[in-house]
Structure formats: structure tokens, C-alpha cells
């Protein structure tokens, strides 16, 4: 079946430091969404991208979709506690329908405050 | 607030013991889903439901099935639990097709043990 990898897999940072996590399909995606799970909660949707090249951002995050629609990242600026988490992304394909996601591995981010 | 509510946050069962694992939501979903999730491999899909008494096969179907009598309410069927099938195991709901982003909303989890 499709899959999405997702690196990296753990990231530690100090407070304040940037944060970048990257996930990568071998075929064209119809859509990817990032979900956020804090520490022994569920995971939370983010955002959609769904257009070639597309670029959203929510305060510090910054989510780009590539041109070929194969890969996708989420950038934290000046990352603060409150980003502690995994972050997931997941992607839909044309032929695996409208319903189905496919979770990638998800990024782990702790910080040192 | 959509809400997703499963049955326990935490649930001890023995090899070979029949489990079921319930999954409510309030917000009209027609598409449910039940995930697994261990580290290091994320959330993998076992099965999904798009309307009332349809199922479809996720990734990893084998050892689990699946029952949607009410659009509310989908239910997770371990026949004969097994050791390997201790994990968190997460419910979630969307809407159908395009509507909105077609977010999932998930549930808190269910960490099933098998002794």
C-alpha cells in the first residue's frame, strides 16, 4: 500500500531554536494533512494542503506542500514548551478515496526550556 | 465540540479472550475509523466505516473486525486476543467526501493489554 515517511523520527531542541520535520511519498498525493499529539493525548488536526506548492502558516508553524505534491514539512520558529509533541503527517491519495489516511511515522519534539 | 468517546482509557484482557472496543461520536460523522498505534510506527488504519453497516479494510485488518449497527457508534472486535495486539488503539470520525478539510477527529485512546 501508499506510505508516507516521516524523519525525523525524534528531535531535541532548546527553547528557541527552530524545528523542521519532513515527510516523503514515492507517488503523488492528493492532499496532506499534520495533526499535533501532546504527551498522553490524542492527535489533533493542524492544517490541509492540498494545491502544488502551496505554503500556509499558523503564528510559528510554517506548512509547505512541494511542487510535485511528493513531500511536505512543517517548520516551528523559535520553538516555546507548549510545541512539545509528536507531529504527524498524513496523506491521501486519487486512488485510495477521499476517506482513507495514511499516517507517517510522526516526529517526536522535546525541549529543553 | 465534535466529541469522540471510547468505552475505557484502559483495558487488561488474557490471550484468547473475545474484546470489544467502542467508539461514540456526536457530530453526525458519516466516516469512522480504528487505529492502532505503537511507537515507531505511528497510527496504522485497521478498519474504516463510511455509512451504517458498511466496513472497509485498513492497513491492518487481520485479527480484528468491525461493527457500525448505529452511524454513532463503531465497535472494534478482537475474536481471540493475542499478546502482539497490546497497544493504543484510537477511534476517530469525519465527515464524508470534501466537506470542510475532512479533518479526523479522534478519541483519547485505549491502552489495551494482553496478558
Known amino acids: 500500500g501508499q506510505q508516507v515517511m516521516q524523519i525525523p523520527q525524534y528531535q531535541h531542541v532548546q527553547e528557541g531554536e527552530d524545528f523542521t520535520t519532513y515527510c516523503n511519498s514515492s507517488t503523488t498525493l492528493s492532499n496532506i494533512q499534520w495533526y499535533k499529539q501532546r504527551p498522553g493525548g490524542h492527535p489533533v488536526f493542524l492544517i490541509q494542503?492540498?494545491?502544488?506548492?502551496e505554503v500556509k502558516k499558523q503564528k510559528r508553524l510554517t506548512f509547505q506542500f512541494g511542487e510535485a505534491k511528493k513531500n511536505s514539512s512543517l517548520h516551528i520558529t523559535a520553538t516555546q514548551t507548549t510545541d512539545v509533541g509528536t507531529y504527524f503527517c498524513?496523506?491521501?491519495?486519487?486512488?485510495?478515496?477521499?476517506?482513507?489516511?495514511?499516517f507517517g511515522q510522526g516526529t517526536r519534539l522535546t525541549i529543553n526550556p | 465540540d465534535v466529541k469522540v468517546t471510547q468505552s475505557s482509557r484502559y483495558l487488561v484482557k488474557r490471550t484468547g479472550e473475545k474484546v470489544f472496543l467502542e467508539c461514540v461520536q456526536d457530530m453526525d460523522h458519516e466516516n469512522m475509523f480504528w487505529y492502532r498505534q505503537d511507537p515507531g510506527l505511528g497510527l496504522r488504519l485497521i478498519y474504516f466505516s463510511y455509512d451504517v453497516k458498511m466496513k472497509e479494510k485498513g492497513d491492518i485488518p487481520e485479527g480484528y473486525s468491525v461493527s457500525r449497527e448505529k452511524k454513532e457508534r463503531f465497535s472494534l472486535i478482537l475474536e481471540s486476543a493475542s499478546t502482539n495486539q497490546t497497544s493504543m488503539y484510537l477511534c476517530?470520525?469525519?465527515?464524508?467526501?470534501?466537506?470542510?478539510?475532512?479533518?479526523?477527529?479522534f478519541g483519547p485512546g485505549t491502552r489495551l493489554t494482553v496478558l
Open positions: 494542503l492540498v494545491k502544488s506548492g
Open positions: 498524513a496523506g491521501r491519495w486519487e486512488n485510495q478515496g477521499a476517506q482513507k489516511l495514511v
Open positions: 476517530a470520525s469525519s465527515f464524508l467526501g470534501t466537506k470542510r478539510d475532512n479533518e479526523q477527529f
